[in-house]
């Protein structure tokens, strides 16, 4: 129970890495308020979960992608649990669109709820962290994406790019308070987000064979870092990202 009286907030939290990252969190002793934007039958289930590990959560529905929902996170981690210590910026989606092909809108939608979000899921999670003392961690759900380009999927690697920056920028900034801001940076996990490739055994044997480890993590091996990175042993690490790739970015396979 490493995170005993500890709140957090994890954005996409109810569904894949994030709802992985809300139970780890709860196991270990956090109050978790999981942020949701579709499924609100998944967040209840998930808060059961909770419930019966004795722990406390709470679902609320807000649009990362909007400062004023962002605000409304923060403000139910204060209301209902007194305050906030670790903010997960989890939420992402991808549209697989090309330099060629990407519309304004689609990137526009890509910007704001991967990077948008995580900006100001920061500042306001910071500017709270600040107000009530103590320091706090930031933890931004990047991507190997962050640095690698992926052909095919350039506004989900600009935005990542973007993250990789904030979180660096961000824990310079913050250091001072002792807020520590920290990447993770998956590579490929067993998530909705992948359906197509799980779904399809020719993709599948291609992405396992590039991996070192030789298959995709599971969902509950990204979240066992993030818990690690919110915990006392993570105290002299920030403004930078540590990688759960199973060494796919050292691989000389690629993809
Ligand atoms: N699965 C992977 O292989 C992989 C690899 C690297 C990074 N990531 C990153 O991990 C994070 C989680 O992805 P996942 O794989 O669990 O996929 P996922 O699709 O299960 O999770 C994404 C979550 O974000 C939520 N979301 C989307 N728009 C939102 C909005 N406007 N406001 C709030 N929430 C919103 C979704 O509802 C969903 O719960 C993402 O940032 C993704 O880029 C995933």
Redesign the pocket.
């Known amino acids: 129970m490493s995170l005993k009286n500890k709140v957090a907030i994890v ?9 992985a990252i809300v139970l780890e969190l709860a196991r270990q002793g956090a109050s978790v308020v999981i ?5 609100p039958e998944a967040t209840e289930a998930l808060e059961r979960e909770i419930c019966k590990l004795g722990n406390q959560s709470l679902g609320v529905e ?4 909007k400062l004023a ?1 962002l605000q409304k996170l923060i403000d139910a981690a204060v209301g209902k649990f007194g305050r906030l210590d670790i903010m997960v910026n ?5 549209t697989r669109t090309s330099v060629l092909d990407t519309t304004e809108a689609q990137y526009e939608r890509v910007m ?3 990077l948008k ?1 995580a900006f100001f899921g920061t500042q306001i999670a910071a500017r709270q962290m600040i107000k009530q003392g103590g320091g706090g961690r930031v933890i931004n ?5 962050e640095d690698w380009p992926m052909p095919g999927n350039t506004p ?1 690697c600009l935005a ?1 790019g973007g993250m990789r920056m904030l979180t660096r920028t961000a824990g310079v900034e913050l250091a001072k308070h002792d807020i520590l801001v920290v990447g993770v ?10 359906l197509s490739t799980m779904n399809d055994p020719a993709k599948l044997a291609q992405l396992n064979a590039a991996i070192p480890l030789g298959r ?2 599971r ?1 509950e091996e ?1 979240a066992s870092v993030v818990a690690f990175l919110a915990g006392a042993g993570a105290s002299y690490l920030t403004a930078t990202t540590i990688f759960t790739d199973g060494g796919i970015m050292q691989s000389s396979v690629g993809l």
């Open positions: 954005t996409g939290g109810n569904s894949g890495i994030g709802q942020d949701y934007v579709a499924h807000a649009d990362v992608s929902d989890n939420a992402g989606i991808e704001a709820i991967n979000s759900i990047t991507s190997v994406h989900y990542k940076g998956p590579g490929a996990v067993a998530t909705p987000i992948n995709m993590a969902p990204i």
